[in-house]
């Protein structure tokens, strides 16, 4: 893990278990995103459905991953402040994103500075699989492969998905930029 990466709480064991899509997970999203929108107002330049649970038909750990992004994410007391008094705890601090969750963990708000590179991969990479059936189903096998194994740090679990998450976003910018997509369409 990045030295540059402070997890609140230190090291996490947890079971990684990925199930299969399930349609209750956008309604989920809806209803924490009304409660982001609520807590920031206007700080949150953009919420967006991220990660597995946003892509219909993908197996996934069964925790909703929202992505805001705001003008600073430095500027915890306008950012992460608002996110605490709403229920969320802070779990880990990096260079230019946040991620909160829930107390039952089964929601991930990572914040992002708008614009950011951080911002681009996570919404680009989701929509490359929303639209890729064969980038999906590798994306899905490997998954499924790495939560049979032992992981003593779910972050070992996400860092191990690295190597074909890299090669599919390569994919994806020069599909990107086939298309001339664009994290705001």
Not at 73 to 78: F, G, L, Q, R, Y
Not at 165 to 175: F, G, N, Q, S
Request: hydrophobic share 40%; charged share 35%.
């Amino acid at each position: 893990m990045d030295e540059d990466v402070e997890l609140i709480g230190g090291v996490e064991k947890r079971d990684i278990r990925v199930v299969e899509y399930d349609p209750a997970w956008p309604e989920r999203f809806r209803a924490e995103r009304e409660r982001i929108a609520a807590a920031l107002g206007t700080t949150a330049r953009r919420i967006e459905h991220i990660g597995s649970t946003a892509v219909p038909g993908l197996a996934a750990k069964p925790v909703v991953d929202i992505g805001v992004s705001v003008p600073d994410v430095s500027a915890e007391e306008t950012c992460l402040g608002p996110l605490r008094e709403a229920g969320y705890q802070l779990r880990v601090r990096e260079p230019g994103h946040r991620m909160l969750r829930t107390p039952a963990r089964d929601v991930h708000v990572h914040v992002c500075d708008v614009g950011s590179a951080w911002e681009r991969a996570h919404l680009l990479f989701r929509d490359r699989l929303r639209g890729d059936e064969s980038d999906r189903a590798r994306y899905a096998q490997l998954k499924r492969e790495l939560a049979g194994r032992e992981w003593a740090d779910m972050n070992a679990y996400a860092d191990a998905k690295g190597p074909l998450i890299d090669e599919i976003l390569a994919r994806a910018e020069a599909w990107a930029r086939s298309r001339g997509w664009t994290p705001d369409r």
